[in-house]
Structure formats: structure tokens, C-alpha cells
């Protein structure tokens, strides 16, 4: 594994990234996925393959592959831990225990994945990350955040400096004029079925 550039990266891959796993396996998560991308992707054409970036142990993966069966599904993901239980659902060469910054690759996805991921990557280089997710993107982009209009650091669990809100979309649309708003939703952590974080997602689709 190369060696990693920012603080953020040290901070998910190794001890607080292991407790993280512990907090994101039920039921009641999978369910609530499998509502939110039916909601977020009902707009798209037929899914052959997408790229997860932030995959953790494959809550989001699952419910994809229940609503696509036969969708081809590559994880990028930095905690080890994670990527042993992903392992499960998935196939070896599918995985890659990495930080986006340091994953390449000339392969394109039908749907490019980020959900609550983009919150955590360091804002001086989210150009970077940009790219990465542009250059992988063949149909769509699927952006699943915390939302601001302006830029705000918040503390994040007694942390610092490792939670960032903005208009990742907005941001994205801006860089990338072949990129066009398709869709966008609210997700509400209130709501008595289907209960998630409070997120917006914007599904964006590259033009040719």
C-alpha cells in the first residue's frame, strides 16, 4: 500500500476506521438502502457496472446488488478491516484496499458511487478527487453527502478537521461542464421507516 498524504487517510484506515465497522451492520441499514437507491437511481438506464470509492464493509453494495442482480461491482476502500469483510460479498480482484488518491485505473463504470465519503476527504484535495471519480465515470455519478452551500468544517465524534460539508455537486457541475444534474433528493434521518442519515444526493450523468 502506498504511503498516504493526509491526515484523513491515517485516520479511517487504522484504529477509528475499525471502530466504524462495528457501527454500520443491521437489518434496519440495508433496508434503508435498498429504499434510497431505488429512490436516487429511478431515473437512470440500464446499470451494467459500478465503482464504489468508500465502500466500508459493503452496506451499499449489498443493496445494489439486490436491486441490480447481475450489476459488476469494484470496491475501493481504505480500512483493511473492511476490505476483509468485503471480501465476502465480493470477488478478490474486485477489491482494492487503497485510498482514492492512490487508485488508478483506465477502466470506466456505467455508476460512479461516493456516499458519505466526500465528508471525509481533505478539501485540498478534493480536485484530485474529482478527477479520480470523473476519469472513472462512463453514465453517471451518484453524490450522497452532507450538505452545505458554503464550506464548514464540523467536529466529527470529539474529532477535528475530519468532517467537511459544501456543494460537493455544485462543486462537480462546475469542473466538469460535461457533467448535467439529472436528479437530486433529500433523505431524512426522522423518517419511521426508512432511516438514514440526513443527506442529499444529486445523480449526475456525463455527456458525451
Not at 87 to 94: A, D, G, S
Not at 194 to 203: E, T, V
Amino acid at each position: 500500500m502506498k504511503k498516504f498524504i493526509t491526515d484523513q487517510e491515517k485516520f479511517w484506515a487504522n484504529s477509528f476506521g475499525k471502530k466504524y465497522i462495528l457501527r454500520n451492520q443491521n437489518k434496519q441499514l440495508l433496508s434503508s438502502n435498498i429504499n434510497f437507491f431505488s429512490k436516487a437511481l429511478a431515473c437512470v438506464d440500464k446499470l451494467n457496472s459500478c465503482i464504489e470509492f468508500g465502500s466500508n464493509i459493503g452496506m451499499n453494495i449489498k443493496a445494489l446488488e439486490l436491486l441490480i442482480p447481475k450489476i459488476d461491482i469494484t470496491a475501493v476502500e481504505i480500512n483493511k478491516h473492511a476490505c476483509a469483510e468485503l471480501k465476502k460479498i465480493l470477488k478478490n480482484q474486485k477489491i482494492y484496499n487503497q485510498s482514492i488518491l492512490n487508485f488508478n485505473s483506465k477502466k470506466k463504470w456505467d455508476l460512479v458511487l461516493v456516499k458519505g465519503f466526500l465528508i471525509h476527504i481533505n478539501p485540498n484535495y478534493l480536485k484530485a478527487v474529482y478527477k479520480k471519480m470523473y476519469n472513472a465515470c462512463k453514465k453517471y455519478i451518484l453524490i450522497a453527502e452532507y450538505y452545505n452551500p458554503t464550506p464548514v468544517t464540523v467536529e466529527y465524534r470529539g474529532y477535528k478537521d475530519k468532517l467537511f460539508k459544501r456543494d460537493f455537486a455544485n462543486d462537480f457541475l462546475i469542473k466538469y461542464p460535461k457533467m448535467s444534474l439529472v436528479d437530486y433528493g433529500f433523505v431524512y434521518r426522522h423518517d419511521a421507516k426508512h432511516k438514514l442519515d440526513d443527506i442529499n444526493w444529486f445523480l449526475l450523468k456525463k455527456n458525451k
